[in-house]
């Protein structure tokens, strides 16, 4: 292995001043964060770029963990070398030689350092024609090249390149706020969240299990299905409610044509007040329009006018078929598909309103009193933070 260096390039499209700032802040601190496996490894930012310095550290085993990394545009294997001619050059030749198959070739050189006294129009073809004298069998092709060599010569030091690793993309988790996700222990709710790390949001969970109907094992699924997720964005805070009560009184009480409905209108009021009380702006559930009963249109009025807070559902527009295939793309299908009771499987009515009427349910709801209740399950709220893979990441200690 030549490369001593990862370097990084992020998507700044519509990034300016501030945003721009704190982007790359968060970025930096997420990249840290996630190889906390790799204690040698060192994450700088410098303009422009952020650069790891792998210091012996198992390069492709990082490039994997910085694959999730979301913000990351782009990324590369890099050797650094001084901001001199001659070893630019035998860097170069280096970094080429690493592509055995390779036919054609292209180099680009971006001088970022306007110090260096040559320029990158007249360094392409110094460098070209170095690589050409050295290796034969060799053409340039500069429109579609099967290595290209790119050169950056930096203020302190030149990186060379010439594998390019596409990122995730999206933005850094943390730089778009919080949401509170509904997290079941289905297939679906996981798939929700992940698909909202992408555009920068921080998760907190909120599970609601119903003990012991519900069993241990169940509520270890869910925390489960969050360690995995926090490989995408840092720890995340899981806050497990109590529901037992409420589920025994709603399906006492309300008939069971209607109960599914009621179920969702509390799960989602309590939700809100986790919100209030946490400080965050919205919630996300796993809701894909017309998957089953519970998510028409006319359910999701009906659940939803309970609350003013938004409720995001990423995968409203997407098929089954789609959504188990990124599940299992995440890592979190095959904990999915384990086969322990939620709290929904217990209690689900045989055959719930596909088309409740916001009349209907209101009234049915009037002759119960469930405030106590909803007051008593969020003061036994049990908040349990999953570290990232069970790393201590100190980093993200003020986030949370
Ligand atoms: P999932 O695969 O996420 O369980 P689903 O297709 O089974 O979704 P439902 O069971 O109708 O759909 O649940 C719809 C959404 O309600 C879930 O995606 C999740 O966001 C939320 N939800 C359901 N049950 C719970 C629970 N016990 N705790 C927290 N959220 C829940
Ligand atoms: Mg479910």
Not at 303 to 325: F, G
Request: glycine letters at 6%; charged letters at 25%; one cysteine or more.
């Amino acid at each position: 292995m030549i490369y001593d260096h990862i370097l990084i390039r992020y998507g700044e499209l519509g990034l300016k001043g501030k945003n721009m700032k704190q982007f790359l802040i968060q970025l930096q601190r997420n990249i840290k964060s996630a190889l906390w496996a790799f204690p040698d490894t060192k994450v700088r930012r410098t303009q422009g770029r952020i650069f790891v310095e792998l210091h012996g550290e198992d390069a492709d085993a990082i490039l994997t963990e910085l694959e999730k990394i979301y913000g990351i545009h782009s990324m590369s294997l890099a050797i650094k070398v001084e901001n001199d001619l001659d070893t630019i050059k035998q860097g170069a030749l280096t970094a080429l030689k690493e592509n055995e198959d390779a036919q054609t070739f292209k180099v680009s050189v971006r001088r970022a350092n306007k110090g260096f006294p040559i320029g990158s129009q007249e360094m392409n073809p110094l460098i070209g024609a170095h690589i050409l004298q050295n290796i034969d069998g060799l053409n340039v092709d500069v429109h579609q090249p099967d290595v290209e060599v790119r050169i950056e010569i930096r203020e302190h030091a030149t990186y060379i390149t010439s594998k390019n690793i596409y990122g995730a993309g999206g933005l850094p988790v943390g730089t778009a706020g919080k949401s509170l996700l509904l997290l079941s222990g289905g297939i679906d709710s996981p798939v929700a969240g992940h698909l909202m790390m992408k555009r920068g949001i921080q998760l907190e969970m909120i599970h609601f299990h119903s003990p012991p109907f519900t069993s241990e094992r169940a509520k270890q699924k869910v925390l489960e299905l969050t360690e995995v997720l926090t490989s995408y964005g840092g720890p995340i805070k899981v806050h497990l409610v109590p529901f037992t009560a409420l589920q025994q009184e709603i399906f006492k009480s309300i008939p069971e044509k209607f109960a599914m409905t009621v179920m969702r209108r509390v799960m989602l009021t309590i939700s809100e007040k986790v919100c209030e009380q946490v400080g965050i702006l919205s919630v996300t559930t796993g809701e894909s329009l017309g998957q089953v009963a519970s998510q028409t249109l006319a359910s999701m009025n009906v659940i939803n006018e309970v609350t003013n807070i938004p409720v995001l559902r990423p995968l409203v527009a997407l098929d089954k078929a789609d959504i188990i295939e990124h599940s299992q793309k995440i890592g979190t299908y095959d904990i999915s598909i384990l086969p322990y009771e939620d709290c929904c499987t217990v209690f689900v009515p045989k055959s719930p309103a596909t088309n409740p009427k916001r009349e209907t349910v209101q009234k049915y709801e009037s002759r119960v009193d469930f405030t106590e209740l909803i007051a008593e399950a969020i003061s036994e709220i049990e908040t349990v933070r999953i570290e990232q893979r069970k790393a201590l990441a100190d980093d993200f200690d003020e986030l949370l």
